[in-house]
């Protein structure tokens, strides 16, 4: 079982930004299994949840331009059915946090750039942010260029990979998401331990009239 107190706290944070969050979503981050059946599932709007997330990342001193950038993203996971992915993760981002891993007003600069390859330094903070502007730094790169390669250093999760290759694809490109992981999680066959990063990867295209095909999974 979750420490209540940990979620205790982030309710206390939404509530002293001047929202009301809706405690069912993260519910699954805290109660037991057999609990979560008594817990009926609520059924929140876009604009709602937008609010709420606003409302945490602000009082977690995020700017503003910053906290739109992520919230467009942590939405994408929800809207699209990735819950992990979305605002469930916000109870890990709040202890991260608290332990001082992350940081709430990150500098992000490209550091290092060319006509076709840049590199991000994300200054300590959520990964949506960085990996926003990666994104449409390759899109600019790929638009004068032919292709564009931009790697993201110092940063933290960024959600749901889809959610950036998706985004060179509607602007009629080909668009490739891939990061790294914090720790293995993954164990070999054979094995006890776990060796292996999640990895996760996205593919995304165009598609003609039809919506752009999109492949999101991790290789694990």
């Not at 899109?139 to 032919?146: D, E, L, V």
Request: net charge positive; proline share 5%; charged share 15%.
């Amino acid at each position: 079982m979750r420490s209540p107190s940990a979620l205790a706290r982030l309710l206390d944070t939404a509530r002293c930004s001047g929202v009301r969050w809706t405690a069912s979503l993260v519910a699954d981050r805290v109660l037991p299994i057999g609990l979560l059946r008594l817990w009926r599932d609520r059924r929140v709007p876009p604009d709602v949840l937008r609010a709420q997330l606003h409302g945490v990342f602000r009082a977690w001193g995020m700017s503003d331009e910053h906290a739109a950038v992520t919230i467009g993203h942590v939405l994408y996971a929800d809207l699209h059915g990735i819950d992990s992915h979305g605002c469930a993760m916000l109870l890990a981002y709040h202890r991260q946090r608290a332990d001082g891993i992350l940081a709430m007003q990150p500098e992000i600069t490209i550091v290092q750039e060319s006509a076709t390859t840049a590199l991000v330094d994300g200054g300590g903070g959520l990964g949506h942010a960085p990996a926003d502007l990666a994104m449409r730094t390759a899109i600019a790169k790929c638009r004068t260029a032919g292709v564009g390669v931009v790697a993201v250093r110092h940063s933290g999760h960024f959600g749901a990979a889809g959610s950036y290759a998706s985004m060179a694809a509607r602007e009629g490109m080909i668009g490739i998401a891939l990061t790294s992981v914090r720790e293995p999680a993954v164990v070999p066959s054979g094995a006890t331990r776990a060796r292996f990063g999640t990895n996760p990867i996205a593919f995304a295209a165009p598609a003609g009239h039809a919506p752009p095909f999109l492949l999101d999974m991790a290789t694990s």
